[in-house]
């Protein structure tokens, strides 16, 4: 019943459901607590709450709350849901963009909610590394660089090739580089390392794909290089 009441409340989409929401993230049932972050994802995402919100949910002990949380966080999830419907402005800015107090955070996503995101890319669990890694590549861009590239080394393929396809949109300039060499390596590894140069805005990535097709140790790839995000243009 708490957790059909939950989505009730994130069907209203109205701010004063946010306190009951809030306190459905640390109901003792995992169902009625999944049920609480969709809710405020959808807030999110319809800009009637900061992400802030789901911090508490970032560190819960149950791997899908975590999981919800992090990709209610990712740009395009939130994108996605907003385009649902979006709220009048005046309801928005109730919430969503109050007045900073001193020292307040006035980025997007709050450096706390960064930094708890940042621990999410160790955590046990290699779904939520993964999801944390790609969400990170989003948030951060460039500065996420560090985090991806240590996890080019981790222990599961999921979130070694999640690191590959992030460091495709982080946009460092760093990046194509990395990806290059790891086009050398097993197959799913190479494909994985080319989609993402093929994604990257760097310059420099359309040389590294034109460079591939000469590659004998690529014999595989087409005769013609996919185009780079550079070359397709806006």
Known sequence: QRREALHALGALADVRALPALERGLTDPAAQARLAAVEAISSYVARGLAR???????????????????IRALDP???TALGERGAPPASVAAAEASPRPGPGEPRDVIAPNLLAKLVERAGDP????????????????????LQVLTHALDDTDERVRLAAIAALGDCGAAGAVP???????????????????LSRSADPAAAGALGALVSDPALPWLPAQPVPSAAERGP
């Open 51 to 69: 992400p802030e919100r789901l911090a508490a949910s970032l560190a819960d002990a149950d791997p899908a709350l975590c999981l919800a949380a």
């Open 125 to 144: 669990e290699p779904e939520v590394r993964a999801s944390a890694l790609r969400v990170l590549a989003r948030l951060q861009g460039a500065r996420s």
């Open 76 to 78: 395009q999830t939130r």
């Open 178 to 196: 990395i990806l290059r060499a790891r086009t050398r390596g097993p197959v799913r590894q190479a494909l994985t390392a080319i989609a993402a």
